[in-house]
């Protein structure tokens, strides 16, 4: 017997909804089968928490005496530029974006020890941060020059809005080359020297509702310690990625773009990152609740790591410069790359993670008692994500040279 | 027999001194240098995994003592921070000895200082930079 959000959300203002993690879940199913699971649980939540590069925020920080328009000008915060194309006094800071006089890569490889991430963190903490911006300066607008301090508690709107997030499944990077290389996967060590990978694996939101039958638009998340919303499917969404039988895809495909109040966020939940050799980022903690509403959803949310499989990737050679692989490197399931290594060309490689486990266990049981005690209700998707039927498809660039 | 880790600062006036060399010699002591260079206002610093006879090993430590040498464990100079690490895990693939590992069930980052030989990779690999070094 089928059942609907409404009903679900009956339940939990009732303090009655059963509600458990994507991790136990496996066992509930295993053990009293899919049929009775999907009439006793009620809602499955999962979690993530790793560096997603497309991540940013915007502010609103009210208006100066006497008035300064950014648009067209320039803005920094603690010395990382801003994006401030918009009306008078709406910014938006990337994540990745760093100072003017950073060193990048100039002294190889480079540190990339403050960037746009450490400065969301450190606004979210409640930190008084440096605003400088310049402007033309116009009738009504006239002031050119601005300089002070800003704080979370007094901005107007202060919104986390990233256009892509919650990567569905990743590759398992490795390097063929035989230098040592520093990417966005990790220092990777020449001659298959290490595997990292990253992704929750069987907690990870999208695996766990692979085809995207209740995760859609307005599905209400937990995001970054707060709570957010799905706004679209992210950038690059590709649902018709190659998948298993059991829906799961086993190369990266769909994404989420989303959004929510940062006000009411936690730094411990938007960590800024630094990746030695590559940039600076965002490591951004997602949970979605998934509403067992039949048989086939539950069946999907007791997805394990036995069944999750990722693409071993070259970046030695092959991601930097093809688009097709040129070696295939083979496939590599979650449960094996936890035991911390895998075999490829005969050889033994140490795995690692680069998004925490423990990390996305805590985010999941978060949600769990937010939805348990009644302050999280679940939302129905007001339209869908495109899903494989769609035919959307992830594209390279056309590259056409300018004459 | 003691085998340990060990920091020595030289003062300036000892950099040029053959010191390692009597340890060896007098104390019949076994070394590996884990580190060693010459700080600004010419501090010389050096570490150690130093290994020998219970007594003779003390001996030498008395006489690095005596000649002025200050002496520290290893494991009190790279530190975790653990507010700021999140369990990712990466830090394990550049540690080379196993001091950084993660538990198979909690999937928890381990750091067992008394492993570690302060080589330092870890510290730019560790993306929220919880690695902190206190030489």
Known sequence: MAKTITEINEKIKKGQAVVVTAEEIVDIVEEKGVKRAAQEVDVVTTGTFGPMCSSGIYINIGHAKPRIKLGGGKCYLNEVPAYCGFAAVDIYLGCTHLSDDDPRN???????????????????????????????????????????????????????????????????????????????????????????????????PLLNDPLYKTIGIGTKIFLGGGVGYVAWQGTQHNPTA?????????????????????????????????????????????????????????????????????????????????????????????????????????????????????????????????????????????????????????????????? | MISKRIVLRFPNRLIDQPIVCKLVKDYDLEFNILKAYIAQREEGLLVLELKGQDEEYNKGIDYLTRIGVRIQLLSQDIVRNNAKCTHCGICISVCPTGALVIDSITRKVHFYDNKCIACELCIPACPPRAMEVHF
Request: hydrophobic content about 35%; proline content about 7%; aromatic content about 10%.
């Open chain 1, 106 to 204: 100039k002294v190889y490889p480079g540190e990339f020890k403050y960037g746009g991430g450490h400065v969301i963190e450190e606004f979210v903490a409640g930190k008084d941060i440096r605003l400088t911006a310049i402007a033309y300066g116009t009738d009504c607008y006239p002031r050119r020059k601005l300089e002070t301090w800003i704080n979370i508690k007094d901005v107007n709107e202060a919104v986390l809005f990233n256009p892509r997030n919650v990567y569905q499944n990743y590759n398992v990077a490795v390097n063929l080359s035989d230098k040592l290389i520093y990417t966005y996967m990790g220092v990777l060590k020449p001659n298959l020297g290490n595997a990292n990978y990253c992704g929750a694996g069987q907690l990870s």
């Open chain 1, 242 to 403: 190659k998948r298993k039988d059991n829906g799961v895809p086993c190369v990266p495909a769909g994404t989420l773009a989303v959004i929510g109040d940062l006000k009411q966020m936690r730094p411990e939940w938007l960590v800024g990152t630094s990746f030695q050799g590559y940039g600076a980022t965002l490591t951004v903690g997602v949970g979605i609740p998934i509403p067992i509403l039949d048989e086939e959803i539950v069946r999907y949310s007791a997805v394990k790591d036995e069944e999750i499989f990722a693409p071993i990737v070259d970046y030695g050679k092959q991601y930097p410069y093809s688009e097709k692989p040129q070696v295939e490197l083979g496939e590599v399931s979650y449960a094996q790359l936890k035991t911390g290594k895998i075999k490829l060309h005969g050889k033994e490689i140490p795995t690692a993670p680069l998004s925490s486990y423990p990390k996305a266990i805590e985010i999941a049981e978060t949600l769990k008692d937010w939805i348990k005690s009644g302050r999280f209700l679940l939302t129905e998707a007001v339209a869908s994500l495109p899903g494989p039927e769609s035919g959307l498809t992830f594209k390279f660039l056309k590259e056409r040279p300018i004459e």
